[in-house]
């Protein structure tokens, strides 16, 4: 029969669901180890307040969600497909961390700067998943329905782009 593993005791730093505070190390719960995520760490399904100013940006929820449907398609390529799909998903996980820097820079120009990266990174994803529809080993309707994703997150970003103009 296998021991229980033990919950951790509420602390001043560990509340009673042993969720973290902010300063305070992650909890282990479940049998976790140190480091290792945990389905309720990700995964609450109790919505929590946004600690840094790129968790209230719908541009960085949406961007995200776009490089997991980016993700997806590409791990269906077939061989000789590699350097393409490790270029995709370079390009698409540098999105939502380029709206995270810009959003918590504090200079309009900073922040500018990598919102306008962030655009350049959505257009390179865009074009690269449209080359290898071209040369048909992604499904056109599963590349439009991600690239409608990405075009939302291209928007949000002029937006963002034109309200840190100088």
């Given amino acids: 029969m296998p021991t ?5 005791t509420p602390t001043p730093t560990n509340g009673p669901t042993g969720d973290s505070q902010p300063g305070s190390e992650p909890s282990v719960r479940d049998g976790a180890t140190p480091g290792q995520a945990t389905p309720t760490e990700h995964e ?17 929820r949406i961007a995200r969600e776009a490089r997991r449907q980016t993700r997806l398609l590409v791990t269906s390529l077939p061989k000789g497909f590699g350097n393409d799909a490790k270029q ?23 922040k ?3 919102f306008e990266m962030a655009n350049g990174e959505v ?15 992604l499904d056109p309707a599963a590349v439009d329905q991600v ?13 963002l782009i034109r309200r840190h103009q100088q």
Avoid at 4 to 8: G, V
Avoid at 45 to 59: K, M
Avoid at 91 to 109: K, M, N, T
């Fill in 44 to 60: 609450s399904a109790v919505p929590q307040a946004p600690r840094f100013p790129h968790e209230r940006l719908d541009a960085w």
């Fill in 123 to 137: 257009g390179e994803t865009v074009s690269s998943l449209r080359d290898l529809v071209d040369d048909g080993v």
């Fill in 4 to 8: 229980p593993t033990p919950t951790p």
């Fill in 88 to 110: 995709i998903r370079d390009a698409a996980g540098a999105v939502p961390r380029l709206i995270a820097e810009g959003a918590d820079r504090w200079s309009p120009g900073d």
């Fill in 112 to 114: 500018r700067h990598k």
């Fill in 147 to 159: 690239i409608r994703l990405w075009a939302r997150v291209g928007y949000m970003l002029v937006g």
